[in-house]
């Protein structure tokens, strides 16, 4: 396959995961100027951010399913109207129940554009180079975290959050017809097998040790930042480390960059420690352990900069995409969209869970001017850092899942 119709693939199908990571996180510029018009508490807002993350769960499995019979440029290209019209229903809502409707559309909307490029990277790139696809698909989404900071802040100077949901919606109307035009229509080649025996296909993986095994670790770290960076990172900036809003801004946007950087470094990385002897699931696994030891400097609130603890955090939060690209190592071609979505949904799932958590968690105490005392911020973090301590000693304990699942597929 030539070098010019892979480009292609990477760019047009990050193009697609920069909107879904657009949208995971504009909430971030949105939240205080939703909380002044409608009133919202907390835990309002953080169940409305969440929906994004329940929307896109409930939806992974017949997206991996449709992704397996139909190829991703179709499913894509179709799915994101639905994210349009998703914010153009959140623009133009008066109250909390049709801002709810419009974020879980959005959710749902975007909910194929990770598994859609990963599953068209793992039809165009060979296995050993999904590791550094993988990472720069991320990064390219991770541009997505890096505008929602200060670019958005500064375009909501201009516009208000309503008008910018307008241009949104168009935006993304462009890169779904992009994606239908140019995207290569081999992708599109449907696999045989019908729907049931697909749905049958996603309760296999469900049932498999290597999977979970595979995810145990990766999905807690991944849900923690995810929530954390896609709302409760600026609030935490503001009230724990006193920093002013346009700082707390910018340092969001080094999160994304940070975020980015670590996606390619750690994907282009992993391939070359595997030729010395470290796996790819040992490498992944170091990196997620970076991460959490990151939290624990911020909560013990070390005398580093806020800029080097945010750009760790950054760095090491997104080490746990790796498992997307161990996952092909032990499921065969045809299942990757199934396995790609089942594992996002676990993700997903969490991050709702975690999202809601520290919104409800948050209100136990009362706030000040809309800021929530440092021992309320500090008591979420330490208990999130427990459950993924927790996680790590099960991804790490020895297990013949692994070598089970490797010797199904090979």
Not at 297 to 313: D, I, N
Request: charge should be positive.
């Amino acid at each position: 396959m030539s070098s010019s119709v892979r480009l292609r693939v990477f760019f047009l199908f990050a193009a697609g995961y920069f909107v879904s990571y657009l949208f995971r996180g504009v909430n971030l510029g949105f939240a205080p100027l939703i909380t002044h018009d409608l009133g919202l508490s907390a835990a309002d807002l953080g169940l409305l951010t969440s929906l994004y993350f329940i929307g896109f769960a409930l939806a992974q499995i017949p997206v991996g399913v449709l992704l397996d019979h139909f190829g991703p440029r179709t499913v894509t290209a179709g799915m994101l109207v639905f994210a349009a019209v998703g914010i153009w229903v959140l623009g133009a809502s008066q109250g909390l129940a049709g801002l709810m409707v419009g974020r879980l559309l959005i959710g749902v909307g975007v909910s194929v554009c990770l598994s859609a490029a990963f599953k068209a990277s793992a039809q165009h790139f060979p296995v050993a180079r999904l590791p550094l696809v993988n990472g720069f698909t991320m990064a390219v989404g991770g541009l997505g975290g890096v505008a929602v900071g200060s670019p958005l802040a500064s375009l909501l100077q201009v516009a208000n959050w309503r008008q910018v949901c307008v241009g949104l919606g168009v935006f993304t109307l462009i890169v779904s017809a992009t994606i239908l035009l140019f995207a290569p229509r081999k992708s599109d080649a449907r696999h045989q097998a019908d729907i049931v025996t697909q749905f049958k296909g996603t309760w296999h993986i469900l049932k498999s040790g290597a999977f979970w095994k595979i995810a145990s670790f990766s999905v807690v770290t991944q849900g923690v930042f995810y929530a954390m960076q896609s709302l409760w990172i600026k609030p935490y900036l503001l009230d724990v480390m006193d920093l002013t809003p346009a700082h707390a801004s910018a340092l969001v946007s080094v999160l994304g960059l940070a975020m980015m950087f670590g996606s390619v470094g750690f994907g282009a990385a992993a391939r070359g420690i595997e030729r010395r002897g470290i796996s790819v699931y040992a490498f992944c696994g170091g990196g997620m352990v970076l991460f959490v030891i990151t939290q624990i400097l911020m909560v013990l609130r070390a005398p580093l900069p806020p800029a080097v603890l945010l750009a760790a955090y950054g760095i090491f939060g997104g080490t746990g995409i790796l498992s997307y690209a161990i996952m092909a190592e032990y499921f065969p071609s045809h299942m990757i969209g199934r396995t790609n979505t089942t594992l996002t949904l676990v993700i997903f799932l969490l991050i709702f869970g975690f999202q809601v958590g520290v919104g409800a968690a948050l209100s136990f105490w009362p706030s000040v001017g809309g800021r929530y005392p440092v021992s309320a911020h500090l008591t979420v973090w330490i208990s999130l850092i427990a459950l993924q301590v927790a996680s790590a000693v099960w991804y790490a304990w020895p297990s013949a899942a692994l070598d089970k699942g490797k010797q199904a597929v090979h």
